[in-house]
């Protein structure tokens, strides 16, 4: 199984950007799908997270209404898209896939993807 991220940019601050997740080697709904980021000298938080039917979804608290999770089962993608963006989510954003319940932690993780570096400039 491979999860590959991509998507991350420069962008102003309230800008918008749409992060992409694509797994290989994998069939069907077959895991919970989430973001996490890590921005320098911090430790990786949980950012969101969604269901394998996509009808589950959950988010950090400074995220919720700004971002938006989703996936696209028929191709092992799931994304996210990152609208009224702040300086303060600048950070290296990872791609994760796991159990539904457990994915809001970096110990939920089954698999992680490569990270992609989002920089919002004010």
């Known amino acids: 199984v491979q999860l590959q991220a991509s998507g991350g940019g420069l962008v102003q601050a309230g800008g918008s950007l749409r992060l992409s997740c694509a797994a290989s080697?994998?069939?069907?709904?077959?895991?919970?799908m989430g973001w996490f980021r890590q921005a320098p000298g911090k430790e990786r938080e949980f950012v969101a997270r969604?269901?394998?039917?996509?009808?589950?979804?959950s988010y950090l608290d400074s995220v919720r209404g700004r971002f938006t999770i989703s996936r696209d089962n028929a191709k092992n993608t799931a994304y996210l898209q990152m609208n009224s963006l702040k300086p303060e989510d600048t950070a290296v954003y990872y791609c994760?896939?796991?159990?539904?319940?457990?994915?809001?932690?970096?110990?939920?993780?089954?698999?992680w993807g490569q990270g992609t570096q989002v920089t919002v400039s004010s």
């Open positions: 969604i269901s394998t039917s996509g009808a589950i979804t």
């Open positions: 080697g994998v069939t069907g709904n077959w895991y919970g």
């Open positions: 994760a896939a796991g159990d539904t319940v457990t994915l809001t932690s970096s110990r939920g993780v089954r698999y």
